[in-house]
């Protein structure tokens, strides 16, 4: 595994430095450009075949005898066919031919199609190792990330409620204040409900330590 490429690297003061899986997994990193490889080659393949489907019909139709001709009849025109020093009708596809080449495509796709199938399943597996190393390398950063999140909503949170606190003492005291334009943060909720999203996000945040109880709202404790 090589972090040659992600190394070089540059990257803003503030932003977390995340590899991807192929800087991490040169496995990871050959099994992609190989799929993507095959990928390729399958649809070119297949517009080769759709090209290549007015050839294919011309030569059936040329090649082309009633189903129901007798084993007589067939005999008694190949007969004739010899007599009057015509050519004998093939009814297959002849060496290098359209059909065939659609054929040896249609092979060729199948293939294809089978083998990403089991590269895919062993990128899914290099996909998971690689994941891990790098969950460990940006595990610190992004736990102070949400950390940070996580004060930031409480710094919200205060001034949703000082905003509800202002606006239930203007509605409390009968004062019409619409002229002031209104504009309660209905998306944040009710800074007294324990249920609303802001408040579930942080129960979770510090049910798996991103912050600590004591910093908890007093509103949601």
Known sequence: MALTAFKSRQESQNDIAIPTLADISQPYKELCERI???????AAL???????????????????QPPEESEEQKKRRVRLSRLVGEALPDNGPSPGS??????AIDSRMKDITDAVSILKVRRGKERIEASKIVC?????????????????????????????????????NDIAWCSMRPMPPQFIGDPSNKHSDL??????????????????????R
């Open 36 to 42: 993507t490889a095959l990928e390729l080659e399958s």
């Open 46 to 64: 297949r517009q080769e075949q759709i090209a290549l489907i007015p050839q294919a019909q011309s030569e059936r139709a040329s090649s082309y």
């Open 98 to 103: 359209a059909r065939d080449r659609m054929a």
């Open 136 to 172: 460990d390398q940006v595990a610190e950063s992004y736990r102070a990330l949400v950390s940070e999140l996580c004060q930031a909503l409480i710094r919200v949170h205060e001034v949703n409620r000082r905003y509800s606190q202002f606006a239930d003492t203007m509605n409390g």
């Open 199 to 220: 408040a579930q996000y942080l129960f979770e945040a510090r049910d798996h330590n991103f912050m600590k109880s004591s910093d908890m709202p007093a509103e949601f």
